[in-house]
């Protein structure tokens, strides 16, 4: 073999390397958009007159009323995340009827979740226009099942009361406390979808 077809093979072997790596680094890019696009997604979901939207890899649970729309990611690590969107009756007979309720949602929480503790309460903030109250919260979440060592878990949540007319709207997220601040992002998507 001579050297000017020895040196016209490493050339065209240098060249069919090059095409496969642009051919590697653009299915790269092709399955990094359709990921970033899949993730994007989100579901509508109409109830009660009430539209919201959630992420498309999220369950829809089922809700019993006062709940309208409940959606849970499962995949969530540690504990799943859960949005939340209820209506209740406000005690309009009250002087403050949006803190009266919020202080019903306290009791009715404290009595059913392990160590039930208010952080924030604001009783005045405004979202896409609407004032209403916001609310932080924190509780700690066990595992009922005696065959499984587990520690307990530290949940982190919040809601955003919304008077309307003699009802308020209730938007409620509980989250892990390490899948918290990402799950604050889609709880606004969420309350924009009202």
């Known amino acids: 073999m001579s050297t000017e077809t020895h040196m016209r093979g490493e050339a065209h072997d240098r060249r069919v390397n090059w095409i496969v790596l642009a051919v590697v ?8 958009f359709v990921r ?13 007159g009430v539209r919201v939207h959630y992420p498309a890899d999220w369950v829809r649970a089922d809700a019993r009323a006062p709940v309208l729309v409940q959606a849970e990611d499962r995949m969530a690590k540690g504990s799943r995340t859960t949005l939340a969107l209820q209506r209740r009756p406000l005690p ?16 009715e929480r404290a009595s059913a979740w392990t ?40 949940m ?3 809601d955003y ?22 799950a604050q992002q889609t709880l606004r998507a969420f309350m924009r979808s009202r």
């Open 161 to 182: 009361l919304f008077p309307q007319d003699s009802q308020a709207y209730i938007f409620t997220l509980t989250a892990a406390e390490a899948n918290y601040a990402r």
């Open 92 to 107: 309009v007979q009250m002087p403050k009827p949006l803190a009266a309720l919020q202080q019903t949602l306290a009791l």
């Open 36 to 48: 970033t696009a899949a993730e994007g997604r989100s579901v509508s979901y109409e109830v009660e």
């Open 115 to 154: 160590a039930y503790r208010e952080l924030q309460v604001e009783e005045s903030v405004s979202v896409q226009g609407r004032t209403g109250m916001h609310v932080t919260f924190a509780y700690v979440e066990t595992n009922p099942n005696p065959f499984l060592e587990t520690l307990p878990l530290v």
């Open 156 to 158: 982190r949540g919040e």
């Open 25 to 32: 680094a653009v299915a790269l890019l092709l399955g990094w």
